[in-house]
């Protein structure tokens, strides 16, 4: 396992240098990713204030909400800055009870392209990660040549700049990368899922950047009294602590918490100037072994 310091703070991303501290936009729709936030105004004044801090890489796709996170995003920073880089994805789409539906054939992974195109209003996406459905934490094998075939067409097309993976195993990003250059894999990885601790180091080789979903823990929030006990010495708090360790685990590394309110940007954003000790990077290091347990 790598070590890096926070202090190198940007990473290519679709040509371009992006800061290794991004914002997720998830959490702007309303309860369970679904229908319009609870605070409009507020979920507008989140996107800008991130923007006006440094952030340079935005998460979402158009199945939040659906629809709602990209429309967003487009009232607020539309037109968007030239170094803002906007990673969305596909592969699924939303029931009308909120369900969450697979959209992998290669007409639903179109349509979901143009969704995305018109909702963000823009000519042509910059990244497009194909979401491999599935066991939301664990990926499951299987070939996505069908998958990667249909965005390496619409890359060929001009509709997307750059292709990434979400939800998937080694096996699948070697077989997606026989097809199509990726840029980026999404998966489940955190201070206490560190399943992909491998795959984090290869990609790194690679230069291909690794960007971890739920990277807090997501629904269920990280929650250890030793994490606890350490940010108290640090004068942190234990999500600025797990976000910390995560920018020093290695230099590919992006991060793209998600909030729906301002102090909480503000909180999450602090944490990349968090300069973490050989000594606290090894209890850290600890509680995710305990965590594997």
């Known amino acids: 396992m790598s070590v890096i310091a926070p202090a190198t703070s940007t990473f290519p991303l679709a040509g371009r ?26 979920a507008i004044a989140v996107l800008r204030e991130a923007l006006a801090a440094g952030v340079n890489h935005i998460d979402t796709s158009d199945f939040y909400g659906p629809h709602v996170t990209n429309q967003l995003i487009r009232e607020a920073l539309h037109p968007y ?19 969450w539906l697979p959209a992998q054939a290669p007409d639903e992974i179109r349509r979901g392209v143009h969704d995305n195109l018109r909702n963000l209003g823009l000519d042509v996406l910059d990244v497009v990660n194909m ?14 040549a069908r998958q990667v075939a249909a965005l390496a067409e619409l890359q060929q ?7 990434g993976l979400s939800n998937v195993t ?18 489940l990885y955190n201070l206490v899922h560190r399943a992909d601790d491998a795959l984090v180091d290869d990609l790194a080789d690679k230069g291909i950047a690794y960007v971890p979903f739920f990277p807090l823990g997501g629904f269920t929030p990280i929650q250890s009294s030793a994490l606890s006990d350490i940010a108290a010495r640090l004068g942190a708090t234990p999500l600025q602590v797990a976000l910390a360790w995560l920018l020093h685990r290695a230099r590919n590394i992006l991060l793209i918490p998600g909030t729906s309110s301002l102090a909480h940007l503000r909180e999450n954003l602090k944490a990349a100037a968090l300069n973490l000790s050989q000594d606290v990077l090894a209890e850290l290091d600890a509680i995710g072994r305990q965590g594997e347990r």
Request: net charge negative; glycine share 14%.
């Open 170 to 187: 080694p096996a699948q990003i070697d077989e997606a990368r026989g097809i199509a250059p990726i840029v980026c894999v999404q998966n």
């Open 131 to 144: 979401r491999i459905m599935g066991d939301v934490h664990t990926p499951s094998e299987g070939s996505i």
């Open 81 to 99: 800055p030239r170094d803002l880089v906007i990673v969305t994805k596909v592969g699924a789409v939303r029931g009308a009870d909120g369900a």
């Open 17 to 42: 240098q992006v800061n290794r501290m991004g914002y997720g936009a998830m959490q702007l729709a309303g309860p369970h990713v679904f229908g319009p936030p609870k605070d409009h105004d507020a």
């Open 157 to 163: 097309e001009g509709l997307i700049r750059h292709i």
